[in-house]
């Protein structure tokens, strides 16, 4: 359609479940599975907080921003710094260190907001800040920023603390999908 957007989403709807993605110069798509043991998979959702901020933004010119700022040597750093940060997570997990998922959210956190300028602004910076006072280890916004979801890692004994700090956002249930996307209805006759 011409926008300026990734890909990552639309491979993480296809696939589903915990996943880790490696998006190769030359197009290719390398897509592993992050294998931990069951428990330590029920872990990661039960710390799993996600809160509704609300609000309207332009994600293709946060895109089309961020994209331009490739060009900048910092910036490329940065990119880089996240993706080494996402292969760190990825071994930890499958080390069964669930709980460094909340202090590399947060080391992503802090390199992303540097990539454009409408990833935040002063109420989301000033919600996570909460959320952190109250005992968050970390979190990151779903999609291009600048509104929309927060995905916050809480452990457990700190959850009721930062659901607290956070009462006037709505709170939205959610689980982790295993199957991604799946055909539910065929019609026979178009076959």
């Known amino acids: 359609l011409g926008g300026v957007i990734g890909k990552q989403d639309q491979f993480a709807a296809s696939f589903g479940g915990l996943k880790f993605y490696e998006f190769l110069p030359n197009g290719f798509v390398n897509v592993e599975p992050v294998i931990m043991a069951s428990e330590s998979y029920q872990k990661l959702e039960d710390n799993l907080l996600l809160f509704y901020l609300g609000g309207t933004h332009d994600a293709s010119g946060i895109l089309k921003e961020q994209r331009s700022n490739m060009l900048h040597d910092d910036k490329v750093t940065v990119q880089k710094q996240m993706c080494d ?60 920023g600048g509104a929309g979801f927060l995905l916050l890692y809480v452990p457990g004994a700190v959850q009721s603390a ?17 199957s991604g996307a799946s055909i539910v209805m065929t019609d026979r006759d178009f076959i």
């Not at 997990?93 to 080391?107: P, Y």
């Not at 540097?114 to 996570?128: F, H, K, Q």
């Not at 930062?162 to 295993?178: P, Q, T, W, Y």
Request: aromatic share 4%; proline share 1%; net charge neutral.
């Open 85 to 144: 940060v996402a292969r760190r997570l990825k071994e930890e997990l499958q080390k069964n260190n669930v709980d460094a998922m909340g202090e590399m959210l947060h080391e992503n956190w802090v390199l992303k907001k540097s990539l454009a300028a409408g990833i935040t602004n002063p109420m989301i910076d000033n919600v996570y800040e909460r959320a952190r006072n109250a005992g968050a280890a970390g979190g990151k916004l779903l999609g291009a």
């Open 162 to 178: 930062v659901r607290h700090a956070l009462s006037g956002l709505k709170e939205m249930d959610f689980e982790i999908d295993n």
